[in-house]
T-cell receptor, first 113, second 114 residues
């Protein structure tokens, strides 16, 4: 059982919808990450929160809006997405600081229609 | 140029074979290095870290050559259960420091057959 839990596991949404992806980690970590994995492309880092502060926004369009209310929870708010945003969205966590192992959740499969 | 480059494969090998994957990275400031394994429609999982001195974990051996910016993974005595995509990963220190910034290769697919 993974220490990083993501919900929903699968989501289909229209381009005008607003939805959110949720991530919760039970590992006592204080850094959390959102990654995007599109078909046949490498994982792309989207956002990093360290000690509840956003420390990296990797040129992600504003239709993706992250929220980190505490060190255990991370959200990705979605609105007016495009079909090309369909992908696997992976949440991860680690201890803050460098060189620490990152653990991934099982991911949320998003389809935009 | 991609930050982390890997041969996408697939590598189709029989059980018991030895197979090697290679990876190159472009940023000499990369701090640490890993191999992750990703099964079909699953999340990536850490397979092993990679050290300059080379390291071994059972049937798996990883090597790092910082001068050539080259990482390798050797799998001996392949098992059917080794079938997966192997991701080469480099860790950059975040811009403001204090956090990991993992950069992933696109992965090399391995298929082990009976």
């Amino acid at each position: 059982e993974t220490g990083v839990t993501q919900t929903p596991r699968h989501l289909v949404m229209g381009m005008t919808n607003k939805k959110s992806l949720k991530c919760e980690q039970h590992l006592g970590h204080n850094a959390m990450y959102w990654y995007k994995q599109s078909a046949k492309k490498p994982l792309e880092l989207m956002f990093v929160y360290s000690l509840e502060e956003r420390v990296e926004n990797n040129s992600v369009p504003s239709r993706f809006s992250p929220e980190c209310p505490n060190s255990s929870h991370l959200f990705l708010h979605l609105h007016t997405l495009q079909p090309e945003d369909s992908a696997l969205y992976l949440c991860a966590s680690s201890e803050a600081g460098t060189g620490n192992t990152i653990y991934f959740g099982e991911g949320s499969w998003l389809t935009v229609v | 140029r991609k930050e982390v480059e890997q041969d996408p494969g697939p590598f189709n090998v029989p059980e018991g074979a030895t197979v090697a994957f290679n990876c190159t990275y472009s940023n000499s400031a990369s701090q640490s290095f890993f191999w992750y394994r990703q099964d079909c429609r699953k999340e990536p999982k850490l397979l092993m870290s990679v050290y300059s001195s080379g390291n071994e974990d059972g049937r798996f051996t990883a090597q790092l050559n910082r001068a050539s910016q080259y990482i390798s993974l050797l799998i001996r005595d392949s098992k059917l259960s080794d079938s997966a995509t192997y991701l080469c990963v480099v860790n950059m220190i975040g811009i403001s420091g204090g956090y990991n910034k993992l950069i992933f290769g696109a992965g090399t697919r391995l298929a082990v057959h009976p």
